[in-house]
């Protein structure tokens, strides 16, 4: 397959490129810059600009553009940005593949678990209503933007959850504090955070592409839940370091504000099972073996 990727530096595009070329594909990376490799490809979304041509040239579009939220705090600007980069990216590959006569067969665009909100202990499901919140509405009108892709694309919604890395990224503030043996639960600790190890967020990605039935919005998430105390205890195990230290609420929502409640207080319990029934196997499904495979690197 030729698979053009927007977002193809970032923690997850990045992965995909390289599951892609391991299983002998051809990822071709967008960039905002003069294309100078083979596999780059020239493209302005906040100018609505694509390389002409290339649409016509791939298998699958997967679409992980976006500013990262993990920028704290969220100033009114910034939010703006967020906003921008997702929704002028999908808007210039939706309108890319309308315009090409021979258009890609499947459209992998991201998503995010904000789009259920805040929902306690609630199991969620890919039938869960919309939530409530700027990540909720984020989400939401990306998802709206990827469905505008044409007739006869399939379009997939990839809702994207927190993704463990060796490279750090979402555990990028907590894992060096556990390190250190200060750290420790956020606000009660009881909230359910979602997870998926990097591997399997990208392996999940191809594995949509290839499946010729799967549609519509898929959770990314493991099969196991996890609360935050219980990612931080596993962390630290295997760590061989204390993690009692928990961060209080108040000092959160001081330091970081409405991307605390959003982010780091917000609890979704989400489920894999629909992922699951296409047939993806997990390399790590079990929050023990990917905290293994983050710190033992």
């Known amino acids: 397959m030729r698979v053009l990727i927007s977002g193809a530096t970032g923690l997850v595009g990045s992965e995909v490129a390289r599951q892609l070329s391991a299983l002998g594909h051809e990822p071709l990376k967008l960039v905002?810059?003069?294309?100078?490799?083979?596999?780059?490809?020239?493209?302005?979304?906040?100018?609505?600009?694509?390389?002409d041509g290339i649409m016509e040239t791939v298998d699958a579009v997967v679409n992980?553009?976006?500013a990262t939220t993990g920028k704290l705090p969220w100033t009114k600007t910034y939010k703006q940005e967020i906003i921008n980069s997702r929704l002028m990216s999908t808007r210039t590959l939706v309108e890319a593949m309308s315009k090409a006569?021979?258009?890609?067969?499947v459209f992998v665009s991201g998503s995010a678990s904000g789009f259920y909100g805040d929902a306690g202990?609630?199991?969620l499901n890919e039938f869960a209503p919309k939530g409530t919140g700027f990540l909720s509405d984020l989400a939401f009108q990306w998802e709206q933007e990827a469905l505008k892709a044409p007739a006869g694309v399939r379009v997939v919604l990839a809702r994207t959850t927190m993704v463990m890395s060796r490279k750090l990224g979402a555990?990028?503030?907590l894992l060096p504090m556990i390190k250190l043996g200060v750290g420790g639960p956020l606000g009660s600790g009881k909230q359910w955070w979602a997870w998926i190890s990097q591997v399997d967020e990208a392996a999940a990605i191809i594995h949509l592409i290839n499946e010729p039935n799967?549609?519509?919005?898929?959770?990314?998430t493991a099969p196991q839940p996890a609360t935050c105390h219980d990612i931080v205890k596993a962390l630290a195990k295997e760590l061989k370091r204390p993690a009692f230290v928990p961060v209080p609420a108040f000092a959160l929502k001081l330091a970081f504000g409405e991307a605390a409640s959003e982010l780091l207080l917000?609890?979704?319990?989400?489920?894999?099972?629909?992922?699951?029934?296409?047939?993806?196997?997990?390399q790590h499904d079990t929050l023990t073996k990917a905290a293994a495979w983050v710190v033992n690197k």
């Not at 905002?32 to 390389?51: I, M, T």
């Not at 006569?101 to 067969?105: A, E, I, L, M, Y």
Request: proline share 5%; hydrophobic share 40%; aromatic share 8%.
């Open 266 to 282: 917000c609890s979704q319990n989400m489920s894999a099972q629909k992922l699951l029934d296409t047939g993806f196997v997990f």
């Open 171 to 173: 555990l990028g503030r």
């Open 64 to 66: 992980m553009a976006g």
């Open 121 to 123: 202990n609630q199991v």
């Open 32 to 51: 905002r810059r003069k294309a100078v490799k083979p596999d780059e490809v020239e493209w302005n979304p906040a100018a609505g600009f694509l390389q």
């Open 214 to 220: 799967a549609s519509g919005a898929f959770n990314l």
């Open 101 to 105: 006569k021979n258009k890609p067969k």
